[in-house]
């Protein structure tokens, strides 16, 4: 690895030869780099990763593996020994669901639950994703906890013993440790969000009723130099919220670290001078890094006695996950950088999606088609494809074809993009990994089916006063991301290092840059590791609809009412305030396949092979 060009405002352009570890994957592309703010102590973070342990066999910015990783962790934890300081790993759940490396095989996770054990990650906690499915949860008590036993935390998470019937902690409450290097104390808590649409074999507890029990009441009033909150909760979320009013009622200036998830987005947050909060993306895209500085430092008469710091800082880097970042951090190449362990790890991912045959192609994608970077409607919006050309192709019932029928789906029913391009296996799962099937009630008075649409989307205050959060249907990003944001199309530029009147070096000048992260946040606009091109981000709708046979010269008096049945509840709610009553006995089944595979015929039947 070489330097070729300057450094201004800690950023560098580097070159280096890189392999990506999955055979399919493509090659990191260089670009200019900010290096890691290092300290007393230091975090990497993951969350909300779906399966995506692969890494992005499309998109070079995002191609490391989960093998690539631990690698990384190993040499992030040699440098960290070397300066006598410390590195913690967490995550916050929702490590399942989304990818084909998890969602294809049986049972699901048969690969990749041995796969994320061999990270050693020091606090790791569930997500909502775990819990969705009984056997999904029956895996996270059976295999996640004790392949992480110790360092599991589910502060407000219970399991329901099969067996019996008895509710139990889903693993230890909190955790008490020391680091390594700088003996600093550390407690930590591990909470999930508010979530009620959990699996009957697990409890979770409201965040505002744990805070009120005992263990965590004695848990905040423990002498320690150092509060972790890692959970899958949004930073300013009100369970975050509470959860810090509560630590500081008896630790006024105690430092606390906060880790989110959930939403899918890189965020940085500020409590107070001394309580920060990071929240590292989605889908193996982000590593995040947190740094601390002044927790504590060593007393100049005695080295081994560690006396606290009047000011501190807490800084950020939203690391982009792939090999050129990953040797531009750690000052090694593609000789030096994998260990024996990542490239092991790494060669498992890769027989493991042989086996699954993820990549057999089912078509070829004639273009791309975008969740959120497309408005919708619009022709390369990948909802305005499910609901003008899918949909109406694959809602057929052999009894009912020629009924007039409204079918709906959430907008969350889709997670990703489609790239222009081979359509496999693991393209469908990480496109839609559920179990959804599509349900119905028939013969429903239009004037009421055709209301449910502009309700779900439209009348959010209604459907909240029957306990239903909107927020569930539609893409996760979108409970952070309030506004549409549209990429201008000014060239970047980039600050030299030095007097206020240094001219400006433009991005014209340096490598190209490639669509990415160009994130704004309480730190500023300074924590991603690597410059990009902005891309735009348009908020979609919570569902969409296709309406089928129905009359063009006037409105039929009763359609089918067809629906993904994740949305059931918000349905009835919809149907109920538009004045037409049903309930759940009244829904029965419109199909017996998944939305996953309906489409993935749909694919086979359309799109051709050529690519």
């Known amino acids: 690895m070489k330097c070729i060009g300057p450094s201004y405002l800690g950023i560098s352009l580097y070159i280096s030869h890189v392999l990506a570890?999955?055979?399919?994957?493509?090659?990191?592309?260089?670009?200019?780099?900010?290096p890691l703010p290092w300290a007393q102590l230091n975090f990497l973070q993951t969350t909300d990763t779906h399966g995506w342990h692969a890494g992005h066999l499309q998109e070079p910015q995002y191609s490391a593996d989960w093998g690539d990783y631990i690698s990384f962790a190993t040499r992030i934890r040699e440098l960290a020994d070397e300066r006598d300081v410390d590195v913690l790993l967490i995550d916050t759940g929702d490590r399942i669901e989304g990818n084909g490396l998890y969602d294809a095989s049986n049972p699901k996770g048969k690969y990749t639950y041995d796969i994320f054990r061999e990270q050693k990650i020091d606090v790791i906690t569930p997500g909502n994703h775990e819990l969705y499915q009984r056997d999904a949860a029956d895996r996270e008590y059976n295999q996640t906890v004790?392949?992480?036993?110790?360092?599991?935390?589910?502060?407000?998470?219970?399991?329901?013993?099969p067996a019996t019937g008895e509710r139990v902690p889903m693993a230890q409450r909190f955790r008490k440790f020391t680091t390594?290097?700088?003996?600093?104390?550390?407690?930590?808590?591990?909470?999930?969000?508010d979530f009620s649409g959990n699996a009957n074999n697990t409890v979770v507890q409201k965040v505002e009723d744990t805070i009120k029990e005992k263990w965590f009441q004695d848990a905040i009033r423990e002498k320690v130099d150092l509060f972790v909150v890692a959970g899958h909760v949004t930073l300013p979320g009100t369970e975050y919220r509470a959860l810090f009013k509560a630590i500081r009622s008896q630790n006024w200036n105690t430092p606390i670290q906060f880790f989110g998830g959930h939403s899918h987005i890189r965020d940085f947050y500020k409590y107070d001078s001394t309580a920060y909060g990071i929240q590292s993306g989605r889908y193996m895209?982000?590593?995040?890094?947190?740094?601390?500085?002044g927790i504590k430092i060593k007393s100049e008469n005695n080295p081994e006695e560690l006396k606290p710091r009047a000011s501190m800082s807490f800084q950020r880097r939203y690391i982009d996950n792939n090999l050129f970042g990953y040797h531009y951090h750690t000052g090694l190449n593609e000789t030096t950088f994998p260990t024996e362990h990542g490239k092991n790890v790494s060669k498992f991912i890769t027989e493991g999606r042989k086996a699954l045959n993820l990549d057999n192609s089912y078509g070829c994608a004639p273009k791309d088609l975008w969740l959120n970077r497309a408005p919708y409607p619009s022709n390369d919006s990948i909802l305005?494809?499910?609901?003008?050309?899918?949909?109406?192709?694959?809602?057929v019932h052999p009894e009912r074809k020629d009924i007039p029928t409204l079918a709906l789906t959430n907008s969350g029913a889709l997670r990703f993009d489609i790239f222009k391009g081979a359509f496999t296996i693991d393209t469908t799962y990480i496109i839609s990994p559920f179990v959804s099937e599509f349900q119905?009630?028939?013969?429903?008075?239009?004037?009421?089916?055709?209301?449910?649409?502009?309700?779900?989307?439209?009348?959010?205050?209604?459907?909240?006063?029957?306990?239903?959060?909107?927020?569930?249907?539609?893409?996760?990003?979108?409970?952070?991301?309030?506004?549409?944001?549209?990429?201008?199309?000014?060239?970047?530029?980039?600050?030299?290092?030095?007097?206020?009147?240094?001219?400006?070096?433009?991005?014209?000048?340096?490598?190209?840059?490639?669509?990415?992260?160009?994130?704004?946040?309480?730190?500023?606009?300074?924590?991603?590791?690597?410059?990009?091109?902005?891309?735009?981000?348009?908020r979609v709708p919570n569902a969409i609809q296709s309406a089928l046979s129905i009359p063009t010269d006037k409105d039929p008096e009763t359609v089918d009412l067809v629906f993904i049945d994740f949305i059931q509840p918000w349905v009835l709610a919809a149907l109920a305030y538009s004045g037409s009553l049903y309930n759940t006995?009244?829904?029965?089944?419109?199909?017996?396949e998944t939305l996953t595979a309906l489409m993935s015929g749909w694919i086979k039947k359309n799109w051709g092979q050529d690519c």
Do not use: C
């Open 21 to 34: 570890e999955q055979p399919s994957a493509p090659q990191p592309v260089a670009a200019p780099m900010r």
């Open 384 to 395: 305005t494809w499910l609901e003008s050309e899918v949909l109406p192709d694959i809602i």
């Open 180 to 193: 390594k290097n700088q003996k600093i104390k550390v407690l930590a808590f591990g909470f999930l969000f």
């Open 585 to 592: 006995s009244q829904v029965e089944n419109y199909r017996p």
């Open 440 to 538: 119905y009630i028939k013969d429903v008075p239009y004037k009421s089916a055709s209301n449910v649409l502009k309700l779900i989307n439209n009348a959010g205050q209604v459907l909240q006063h029957s306990n239903l959060e909107l927020s569930q249907l539609a893409p996760a990003e979108q409970i952070s991301i309030q506004n549409d944001r549209i990429a201008s199309s000014t060239p970047q530029v980039m600050h030299i290092l030095g007097d206020a009147q240094s001219p400006l070096l433009p991005v014209s000048d340096s490598p190209s840059l490639i669509p990415g992260y160009t994130t704004k946040d309480a730190g500023g606009d300074d924590g991603d590791d690597t410059l990009h091109e902005p891309i735009s981000f348009y």
């Open 285 to 293: 895209e982000t590593i995040g890094w947190m740094s601390i500085e």
């Open 146 to 161: 004790p392949n992480f036993k110790g360092n599991y935390i589910a502060s407000n998470l219970d399991y329901v013993l």
